[in-house]
């Protein structure tokens, strides 16, 4: 049974780029949520989809976007990056409701902003 | 004051002891808590959830809710050095969002 996958492992980017980082969710998981975590620091919530549609948002300007496609997998792109937005990016996958059960985490994608 | 107040250690023990971790959480209406590991340069894995005030046993772990005083915390039994790692807790508030605190860093010393 496939975890939850996420794709590229690293990136390294300038300022003001875009970049898109990709996620599967863990096979029978409809809910993707995806999370900033800073060198030291819990995750940050970014947002969750389900049923493709942005469920709910953190507190994260109008630059990180989101989707969700009909097979459960998401994208997270992010606009005119920032020095700031150099993270591990994290997918995690659910079932059902909302964080019922817990959530199953992907590797991450570490993002190195230049 | 923050969502979710985790010391940040090092919490240092030996093995075979108990490791007890700690967290207080400030939203109410929460209902849903969780303990993560999380292992220096991986991601975080859920260890154990628990939704009602008392305490919840899974194998050596025990996580203890209370709920009027807004505390979670989480006990390791007879610690290896494999537990050495970063312990986030984590609560879901009442819509869709699950907040993390920034983790308590554990040595178990062999």
């Known amino acids: 049974d496939a975890g939850v996958t996420q794709s590229p492992t690293h990136l390294i980017k300038t300022r003001g780029q875009q970049v898109t980082l990709r996620c599967s969710p863990k096979?029978?998981?409809?809910?993707v949520s995806w999370y900033q975590q800073a060198l030291g620091q819990g995750p940050q919530f970014i947002f969750q989809?389900?049923?493709?549609?942005?469920?709910q948002r953190g507190n994260f300007p109008d630059r990180f976007s989101g989707h969700q496609f009909p097979n459960y997998s998401s994208e997270l792109n992010v606009n005119a990056l920032l020095l700031g937005d150099s993270a591990l990016y994290l997918c995690?996958?659910?079932?059902?409701?909302?964080?019922?059960?817990?959530?199953?985490f992907g590797p991450g994608t570490r993002l190195t902003v230049l | 004051q923050k969502e979710v107040e985790q010391n940040s250690g090092p919490l240092s023990v030996p093995e075979g002891a108990i490791a007890s971790l700690n967290c207080t959480y400030s939203?109410?209406?929460?209902?849903?808590f969780f303990w993560y590991r999380q292992y220096s340069g991986k991601s975080p894995e859920l260890i154990m959830s628990?939704?009602?005030?008392g305490d919840k046993e899974d194998g050596r772990f025990t996580a203890q809710l209370n709920k009027a005083s807004q505390y979670v915390s989480l006990l390791i039994r007879d610690s290896q050095p494999s537990d050495s790692a970063t312990y986030l807790c984590?609560?879901?508030?009442?819509?869709?969002?699950?907040?993390f605190g920034a983790g308590t860093r554990l040595f178990v010393k062999a």
């Open positions: 984590a609560f879901d508030t009442g819509g869709f969002k699950t907040i």
């Open positions: 995690a996958s659910s079932g059902g409701l909302a964080g019922a059960g817990g959530q199953f």
């Open positions: 628990i939704y009602s005030n």
């Open positions: 939203d109410r209406v929460s209902q849903s």
């Open positions: 096979s029978g998981h409809d809910t």
């Open positions: 989809y389900y049923e493709e549609e942005e469920r």
